[in-house]
């Protein structure tokens, strides 16, 4: 069984509060700096084997 929610039909006031929420955790996340450490390491790993690239590897840098 698959749940397909459609974003249209979420009530304005639920995503405010899922969008509150959610930023709350990822600042809690990051407020713990062994977490913030490992992403920096690995945000470094990833530029170092492909530094033309952006976002999750998808946008390249554009040309100079």
Not at 8 to 28: G, N, Q, S
Not at 48 to 59: N, Y
Request: glycine share 4%; hydrophobic share 35%; net charge positive.
């Amino acid at each position: 069984m698959s749940l397909h929610i459609k974003p249209e039909e979420v009530p304005d006031h639920v995503m405010k509060y899922l969008a509150r929420d959610t930023l709350a955790a990822i600042r809690r996340f990051y407020a713990v700096p062994e977490n913030r450490e490992r992403f920096e390491k690995w945000k470094s790993e990833r530029d170092a084997k492909s530094p033309e690239t952006g976002l999750q590897g998808q946008i390249k840098a554009m040309p100079e």
